[in-house]
């Protein structure tokens, strides 16, 4: 501790009552002395961020890099620390990076990305090898996990999952305070859990995973198809009146429009399988749910709840909170930085 208060991470705060002798003085994070850089490489947009250790973002970046893959796809990752670590005003201590597949956050690999077309990438390596900095990497899902626990709703609960519905479908699994990451670093991977028997081809070779029917690429598709098909529909005119189809699909809900209101039922439902299995094997009570899904609002809610308790002990299902995250698109941002926290052991 005298290091990081030589160091001016940590400040004195004054002193605490003592019930006798020297009075203990209290020692916080001094907000900005040090921050973090997290980048976010899981979505169509980069996203990344100079976050102080309270998981306050200093500076913010977004970068539209659309479906980039591999070499170019880690280019792109580059410039964007790169830029955030020349308005660093304090020295960085760590980069977080969030990205999408299968990675080992001890060995910081990428196994396997498929969006970004990526395997074996050795994303720590190259991070650390580029700026000299201490650089963890996790999944997107994982590091949402991370957050919710650190700085949302999962705050000071010692378990809870996150699903992140962005064009993949993927889980984070926080037991005892801890990431639980499976043998393989695949737990929570319920997004190629098929759902719909001899169903359309996904990308992972298989048919009729829970992502070909409930990913934000598939809502898009299905949520255009439905509004070309009732031309007269409230959701045919919302898509007109909203940037994203799938805020136009939420908008079209609430009014009440039936075939809105019967896609949104059928993603909820078809979420459901998935969160009847999480809950069977997890009977953890907390559930909370990232991604623009969150402007379906409650009739998905609804639709997740009741195919869950149908397919699940009732029981168990009735007693598990199904929410959606608060957080917003900085979620994984804040993951990284509670990530870097922890792993640097700070306080
Ligand atoms: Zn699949």
Not at 151 to 157: A, V
Not at 327 to 330: C, D, P, R
């Given at each position: 501790m005298g290091e990081l208060l030589a160091e001016g991470v940590v400040e004195e705060l004054g002193t605490a009552p003592s019930p006798g002798g020297k009075p203990p003085i209290l020692v916080g994070v001094a907000d900005n002395s040090r921050l973090i850089l997290a980048v976010d490489v899981s979505n169509d947009e980069y996203r990344g961020a100079l976050v102080n250790l309270r998981g306050k973002i200093a500076e913010e970046m977004v970068r539209p890099v659309g479906r980039l893959q591999g070499q170019e796809a880690l280019e792109a990752a580059y410039t964007l620390a790169g830029e955030l670590l020349a308005k660093s005003p304090v020295p960085l201590l760590g980069i977080g990076i969030s990205t999408p597949g299968l990675v080992d956050p001890q060995e910081g690999?990428?196994?396997?990305a498929v969006n970004r077309g990526?395997?074996?990438?050795?994303l720590r390596a190259l991070f650390a090898e580029r700026y000299g900095l201490p650089v963890f990497v996790a999944n997107d899902s994982h590091m949402m996990a991370l957050a919710e626990a650190s700085?949302?709703?999962?705050?000071?609960?010692r378990r809870l999952v996150a699903i992140k519905v962005g064009e993949g479908i993927g889980t984070g699994i926080v037991v005892d305070g801890q990431l639980y990451l499976g043998d393989g670093f695949g737990a929570g991977e319920i997004g190629h859990l098929v759902v719909v028997d001899e169903g359309l081809p996904c990308r992972c070779g298989?048919?009729?995973?829970?992502e070909t029917v409930a990913g934000v690429r598939a809502i898009q598709q299905r949520t255009e198809e439905e509004a070309r098909r009732f031309p007269e529909s409230a959701l045919a005119a919302a898509l007109d009146r909203f940037p994203s189809s799938i805020e136009a699909l939420g908008e079209a809900a609430r009014q009440g429009d039936p075939t809105a209101l019967a896609l949104v039922h059928t993603i909820g439902r078809h979420l459901g399988i998935g969160v009847a299995a999480l809950v069977s094997v997890l009977n953890i009570e907390r559930i909370v749910i990232h991604g623009p899904?969150?402007?379906?609002g409650p009739p998905l809610l609804q639709a997740i709840g009741a195919e869950a308790r149908r397919r699940a002990l009732e029981r168990l299902v009735r007693a598990t909170r199904i929410e959606f995250s608060q957080?917003?698109?900085?979620a994984a941002l804040l993951g990284a930085s509670a990530l870097l926290s922890s792993v640097l052991g700070l306080p």
């Open positions: 690999v990428v196994y396997q990526w395997v074996d990438v050795p700085f949302g709703s999962g705050r000071g609960r298989n048919r009729g995973c829970l899904v969150r402007h379906l957080l917003g698109e900085k």
